[in-house]
């Protein structure tokens, strides 16, 4: 996840133009079970500009990034450009890992159209649909994962510059597991 994180992160950088040295996303690498929500957690889900939810069965399943996502969720975008498409979350669920069973998305989910990389080879965008970005870097699809990473980078500058999410403060108190109760 790590190097999917920096390659996606590089491509932004490129893209939405940050100051060098500035690290334009954020990645808890932290939070395990019965842990508290660390400042910096609550500051990054309370200013982000644009939320990559990495989805698999785990990250379903994890009470952290069902918070994260209702964290995200409850703060309101504003376009900020008229020629702005109309990305009412700036959520971008990005398949990371497909589930291996019959699998019900949770409502959440649901109403967030997921990602779909457009403009690539229909074998890419295939074998991205089939194996995730997890498969693509198990299976050493180097040329379809690098692809695939550019045009999700894309699409964060894109929403990046065209939409603002209004900063918010959390406690995790204030915050539920979305996706509580529609484990599958």
């Known amino acids: 996840m790590k190097k999917f994180f920096d390659d996606l992160s590089e491509n932004v ?3 939405a133009g940050s100051p060098a040295g500035a690290d334009p996303g954020f990645m808890d690498r932290s939070m395990q079970s019965g842990t508290r929500w660390t400042p910096e957690l609550l500051h990054a889900v309370g200013t982000c500009q644009v939320f990559v939810a990495l ?11 069902g918070m994260e996502w209702d964290a995200f969720s409850q703060r309101p975008v504003r376009v900020y ?3 702005a498409s109309r990305h009412g979350t700036c959520i971008i669920p990005v398949l990371w890992a497909p589930p291996v069973r019959d699998w019900q998305w949770p409502e959440a989910v649901r109403q967030v159209q997921r990602f779909s990389p457009e403009g690539l080879r229909d074998t890419y965008i295939t074998q991205y ?3 995730g970005i997890f498969g693509l870097c ?6 379809p ?3 695939v990473v550019f045009r999700l980078a894309q699409l964060v500058a894109e929403i990046y510059y065209t939409h603002r999410v209004e900063p918010r403060q959390f406690v995790p108190e204030q915050l539920r597991n979305i996706f509580e109760g529609e484990r599958r």
Do not use: I, P, V
Not at 55 to 61: G, I, P, Q
Not at 138 to 143: C, F, I, K, S, V
């Open 13 to 15: 950088a490129e893209m």
């Open 55 to 65: 989805l698999s069965a785990r990250y379903l399943e994890s009470m952290w990034c």
């Open 81 to 83: 450009r008229e020629s």
């Open 129 to 131: 649909r089939k194996d």
């Open 138 to 143: 198990q299976m050493g699809r180097r040329a």
């Open 145 to 147: 994962y690098q692809a």
